[in-house]
């Protein structure tokens, strides 16, 4: 399974643009990308998933580049809601099996 | 509830009981996970269920724990002589076959606290 990096923590203000960028260097044809995120006290739940150029949905933005060896998930407009744990996930969608969450990106929102 | 429900949801016990941790995963999902959390930190996996397949035990810390799947759908995780060290949220999640995504979902976890 491909390991990732990924910043430990960021802080950001409300209505700012969030870029939270992983490297994945040896990422794999089959895999995936893959973000989740975890409030305190809850198990993390599922936000976006790609595996080339750019993917959107309700919630954030997932950019990967040709080379796939990172991506970027944007979240636009934080509220003080979206403070949270970030974890990005490399794998083959068909064999989840030990998914590796590694520490994750802790996002500070302040007012 | 629709979602996967663990029990107990916080549990204190001496260093050297046995505890039991339940997982009730969401209905028809062929895939179960447990996964720890320490304090600050990631989610380090334990165990993976698959349908019938033998379970992927590769995670598992030591032979104090061990996890069963009873058909195919309530999971128990069990630690035997528990140490301080066992502290953490235990988290379950599971996932359906031919889901593209592979989405896994989880319970609130259950915290395991050893004295």
């Known amino acids: 399974l491909a390991k990732t990096t990924q910043p430990i923590s960021m802080d950001s203000y409300e209505g700012q643009e969030v870029n939270i960028t992983c490297s994945h260097n040896n990422i794999a044809t089959n895999d995936y990308i893959t973000w989740y995120q975890q409030f305190p006290s809850q198990g993390p739940r599922f936000i976006i998933q790609?595996?080339?150029t750019k993917v959107t949905n309700e919630v954030a933005s997932l950019f990967i580049p040709a080379d796939r060896k990172s991506s970027t998930l944007s979240l636009p407009r934080v509220s003080l809601s979206d403070t949270a744990v970030y974890y990005c996930?490399?794998?083959?969608?068909?064999?989840?099996?030990?998914?590796?969450f590694g520490k994750g990106t802790k996002l500070s929102v302040k007012p | 509830g629709a979602g996967v429900s663990q029990s107990p949801s916080n549990k204190v016990t001496e260093k050297g009981k046995d505890v039991e941790l339940r997982c009730d995963p969401i209905?028809?999902?062929?895939?179960l996970y447990w996964y720890r959390q320490s304090l600050g930190q990631g989610l380090e996996f334990l165990i993976y269920?698959?349908?019938?397949?033998?379970?992927?035990k590769s995670g598992l810390p030591s032979d104090r724990f061990s996890a069963e799947r009873t058909g195919g759908s309530v999971s128990t995780l069990t630690i035997q002589r528990t140490q301080q060290e066992d502290s953490a949220v235990y988290l379950c999640a599971s996932s359906p076959t031919g889901l593209d995504t592979g989405e896994l979902f989880f319970g609130e976890g259950s915290r395991l606290t050893v004295l």
């Open positions: 209905s028809g999902h062929t895939a």
């Open positions: 996930l490399v794998g083959d969608r068909g064999s989840q099996g030990n998914l590796i």
């Open positions: 790609g595996y080339k």
């Open positions: 269920f698959q349908g019938n397949s033998a379970p992927d």
